[in-house]
């Protein structure tokens, strides 16, 4: 039977009719999967739903979640939706700042909050608030506080007072009608609230899920967090599709979880795939002499996949894929589960060669752009008609229009733009013209007449004093290429030349410090070491032969911190906070260029030093 899906909690009966699943959605707790069938889902976001009506939750209530992922995620949201609640899902991982500012800016009256570690990270924006603060709910129980099974046995005890009146106020809401309310990341200010309508998300992830080619009975898992857009659509296109979602337990498990699901794929931001592709190379440092040969040629040889050429290749290549499959790939496969994998990705660039060697293995990286603004999807990649294309975001999703401003600016129109910002209709008049197109702040291209290509962020992109314009996140995904970096930044606005702050990959240092016998204390004394310094010379060299002569990273500097989102240096999405980073290296990069000169020749002359025979040591590593 068709179920018409035009508001997201239709996707309820949805399941209930077309994929009766018992592990529709399921949790590992206490070293066992927890699955929860889809009449299960049903059940309890409808009881969810009735409770609070019962606690005296009204339409238009805003309500907060903070959580990780997990079934009850999704029972809260349906709830939310059902009810004419707005959902404000918020990362669990913000300032202090940042929660006071969402709280008072949305005016929620209810938090659902998943544990007492969150709620003592939220406690002190909710104390700011005195009166004004939310009630609060907890999933865990925790002593003196009000936990959310109150809610459900509320609504169970209800139902019969409250069923009729769901049913018809479900009948009353309008895909128009507003339903969640996203506050952006941002790397800049305070977050913006983006509202978005049941049309605006049910349109989305009706259009991405057709491109889809993950088995309806297949297993994803899911760990970038909900309440981020990206995710979350992803997840109503799980549900749509009847595709059981495994939540993670947490980043540092993705690889036992899918071995344990046997998953089909999960969705990921470049990041992760980064840490992906720096262990399966780092596993190959040790092998003996043959295996480690074999094991090189196959990095070698899967740089060279690609999806549009595979059925046009030598013989010799399709003998050389079987031949590292089965000596190399079919083991990473394994790692993941065994199956052929989906693996959605997007919030930034990714190297090419990443998603070939990945594809060669049976690991299909597909590339996506969109923002919380779109609902998100703009563009992807698209397997199942076959338009894909490396290096690309893929082909403008069904039902949205795009063109280009004069300075390149991706402009966008269609049912998943948003409503606007909350409380905030100057800066929606900013962003959404009168002709309906939302300005992204991105700048790209289309390849082919038909893909998508991002190439920077506007608000970026900067001069440098002799007036060429340099796009920094472009060189920024090339040179974290290198298995010797981690994290850069590219500055030099209004300078002479580009230069970079870089926070190196110490797992990757530490074994090339062994391998030289380099002495050190601790990784501050490391990134100053002359050796070290000479090294990161040459990576640079490597990498500019392939940019322009003022795109050149010309001098830099390394640090011995990570940038995360923990130490506030990286956004909830992991992109770079770059006034908070410029801010903080303020005087490394003062002291570039006031100190240091353009180099003349091979190498800088940023801390010199002539030391020939490591020199020829470090290029025959």
């Keep these: 039977m068709e179920v018409e ?4 909690f239709d996707l309820l009966e949805h399941l209930v009719v077309n994929h009766p699943k018992e592990d529709i959605l399921a949790v590992k707790r206490n070293g066992k999967w927890e699955k929860y069938s889809s009449h299960d889902y049903y059940k309890y976001a409808h009881y969810l739903c009735y409770g609070l009506c019962e606690i005296g939750i009204k339409p238009g209530d805003r309500v907060l979640t903070m959580s990780s992922n997990c079934p009850e995620w999704n029972f809260m949201d349906m709830a939310l939706a059902m009810g004419g609640f707005i959902h404000v899902p918020i990362y669990p991982t913000l300032s202090v700042e940042n929660y006071t500012h969402i709280l008072r800016h949305s005016g929620a009256v209810l938090l659902l909050v998943e544990n007492n570690i969150l709620l003592r990270r939220i406690r002190p924006a909710l104390q700011a608030l005195g009166d004004e603060a939310p009630v609060i709910y907890t999933l865990a129980f925790i002593p003196e506080e009000h936990n959310v099974l109150e809610i459900l046995k509320a609504g169970i005890a209800g ?21 969640t309310l996203i506050y952006t990341s941002g790397t800049t200010g305070d977050p913006k609230g983006v ?28 760990f970038l967090p909900l ?48 840490l992906m592709y720096d262990k399966l190379y780092a596993a190959g440092k040790d092998l003996k002499p043959i295996k480690k040969r074999i094991y090189d040629r196959a990095f070698i040889h899967g740089q060279r996949y690609d999806y549009t050429f595979i059925k046009k290749v030598s013989l010799f290549y399709q003998i050389s894929q079987w031949f590292f499959d089965r000596t190399v790939y079919r083991h990473w ?11 959605i990705t997007g919030g930034s660039s990714i190297q090419p060669n990443m998603v070939r060697l990945f594809a060669a293995a049976g690991i299909n990286i597909y590339e996506g752009y969109g923002l919380s603004e779109t609902s998100p999807v703009i563009a992807v990649n698209d397997p199942a008609h076959r338009q894909v294309r490396i290096g690309t975001v893929g082909p403008v999703l069904s039902g949205v229009e795009l063109k280009f401003a004069d300075d390149g600016e991706i402009l966008v129109r269609g049912p998943n733009v ?45 001069k440098l004093s002799a007036g060429k314009y340099v796009a920094p996140q472009l060189i920024e995904n090339l040179l974290r290429g290198s298995e010797y970096i981690d994290q850069v930044m590219v500055v030099g606005e209004n300078e002479k030349f580009a230069a970079a702050i870089i926070s190196p990959n110490f797992n990757t240092l530490h074994y090339w410090a062994l391998k030289y016998k380099l002495h050190y204390r601790d990784n501050e004394q490391l990134v100053a070491l002359p050796e070290v310094q000479e090294k990161y010379r ?18 830099f500097r390394l640090v011995a911190d990570d940038w995360t989102t923990a130490n506030g240096l990286l956004s909830p999405t992991l992109k770079l906070k770059r006034n908070l980073l410029i801010n903080k290296y303020s005087t490394l990069i003062k002291g570039i260029y006031n100190k240091v000169e353009p180099p003349t020749g091979l190498f800088s002359a940023l801390s010199r030093v002539e030391l020939p025979s490591l020199r020829d040591l470090i290029k025959r590593s």
């Design 5 to 8: 899906i035009t508001r997201t």
């Design 159 to 179: 139902r019969d007072r409250q069923m009729l009146a769901i049913e018809q106020r479900k009948r009353d809401i309008k895909p128009t009608d507003w339903t």
């Design 195 to 222: 509202m978005l309508s049941h049309q605006n998300i049910c349109t989305n992830f009706i259009a991405h899920e057709k491109v889809n080619v993950v088995p309806t009975d297949g297993r994803v898992l899911s």
């Design 227 to 274: 309440n981020h857009m990206y995710e979350r659509s992803l997840n109503y296109h799980w549900q749509l599709r009847g595709v059981s979602i495994y939540y993670a337990e947490s980043l540092g498990t993705i690889q036992q979880n899918m071995q344990e699901i046997h998953g089909h794929g999960f969705c990921a931001v470049p990041r992760v795939i980064e």
């Design 333 to 343: 496969r394994e790692r993941f589960g065994g199956n052929h994998l989906v693996v």
């Design 418 to 462: 948003m409503l606007g910002y909350y409380k905030d209709p100057e800066y929606t008049a900013e962003v959404i013209d009168k002709d309906g197109w939302f300005h992204t702040g991105d700048i790209g291209e289309l390849v082919a007449g038909k893909f998508l290509k991002i190439t920077d962020r506007k608000k970026d992109i900067f």
């Design 538 to 555: 040459a990576v640079m060299d490597l990498y500019n032969k392939s940019l322009a002569p003022h795109e050149q990273i010309k001098a």
